[in-house]
């Protein structure tokens, strides 16, 4: 019995704790992103504390033919866990943002995701049982003015991701998708959400990974790291006005 896991997005933050908590506990790992270096630094750091095999693909996911590169490189290794963890956001009113960067986010957060799912979802109903953590947010809860497209692109993966849960849990392969609050990694800096109320004190990256990576092996459908955000998104969030919950959404994002 192999236990192998690919996670995207592993050269920092999320993904890089993903990948250390799944190696902590002696399983092998194909791990990517863009920077190749910082793949390699974190391949060696786990081999030798952990005696596990890393592989690294460098590549851009978002690029039309970038999930069909990381799934050819795989060919030939049983991936046991998918964790598709690579995204970004972007701040500011939508019809302001370059467009082509609000496409690229929905090529990275979306078509990718989905294409890995299809890929690897197959491979893992082939061969009997598999399990996949989608990195969704708390912003699939809501829509997000001053982050129109990244909000909705979490949108969709927590409910596509809760339809595979459905799909595919006859067939031994659970799907979680993971929706945390702010998390201290370089997302809010690449997001440029710095200075916005969204970016006070956030959770640490690796009790988040760990969280996630537990719901996923318990099989849980979703998994909010945080039980008074949880009440709010699935209880309060809910009962809101629309507008009261654009108001107030809007108002978490404008710089102070
Ligand atoms: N931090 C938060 O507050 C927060 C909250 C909720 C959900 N999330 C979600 O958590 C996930 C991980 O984010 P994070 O907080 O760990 O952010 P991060 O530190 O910025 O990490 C993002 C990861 O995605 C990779 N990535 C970005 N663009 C890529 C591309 N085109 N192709 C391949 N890889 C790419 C980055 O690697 P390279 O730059 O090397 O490519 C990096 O490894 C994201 O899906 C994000 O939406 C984050």
């Known amino acids: 019995m192999t236990n192998t896991a ?10 890089a704790e993903f990948a250390r908590y799944h ?4 399983g092998d790992l194909v791990i990517t992103a863009r920077r190749g270096d910082a793949l390699d630094a974190l391949k060696a750091d786990l081999e030798a504390a952990h005696g596990v095999t890393v592989t690294t693909i460098a590549c851009d996911l ?6 069909e590169k990381v799934y050819q490189a795989t060919k030939g290794t049983r991936i046991d866990i ?10 500011g009113a ?6 082509l960067e609000d496409l690229g986010m929905i090529d990275l957060n979306v078509k990718a995701l989905v294409s890995l799912c299809h890929k690897i979802g197959n491979d893992m109903v082939a061969q009997g049982g598999g399990k996949i953590l989608n990195v969704s947010s708390s912003a699939s809860y809501m829509p997000g003015p001053l982050q129109a497209t990244y909000f909705a692109t979490k949108a969709y993966v927590s409910n596509f991701s809760a339809a595979l849960a459905e799909e595919l849990g006859d067939k031994g392969v ?3 998708s993971l929706e945390p609050g702010y998390v201290e990694t370089d997302f809010a800096k690449a997001a440029n959400l ?12 690796a009790s988040v990974a760990k969280y996630g990576y537990d719901a996923m092996l318990a099989g849980k459908i979703t998994a909010i790291p945080d039980w008074k955000l949880a009440i709010q998104l699935r209880w309060v969030m809910p009962l809101l ?6 108001k107030f959404v809007r108002k978490m994002q404008e710089k102070s």
Do not use: C, Q, Y
């Open 6 to 15: 690919l996670i995207t997005g592993a050269s920092g933050g999320i993904g």
């Open 23 to 26: 190696a902590s506990r002696g």
């Open 62 to 67: 978002g690029a039309a033919d970038g999930a």
């Open 82 to 91: 998918l964790i598709n963890n690579a995204g970004f956001g972007g701040h």
């Open 94 to 99: 939508f019809v302001d943002r370059p467009l």
């Open 174 to 176: 659970t799907v979680t």
């Open 194 to 205: 710095e200075g916005t109320a969204l970016v006070k004190s956030g959770a640490d990256a």
């Open 241 to 246: 006005p629309m507008k009261a919950k654009l």
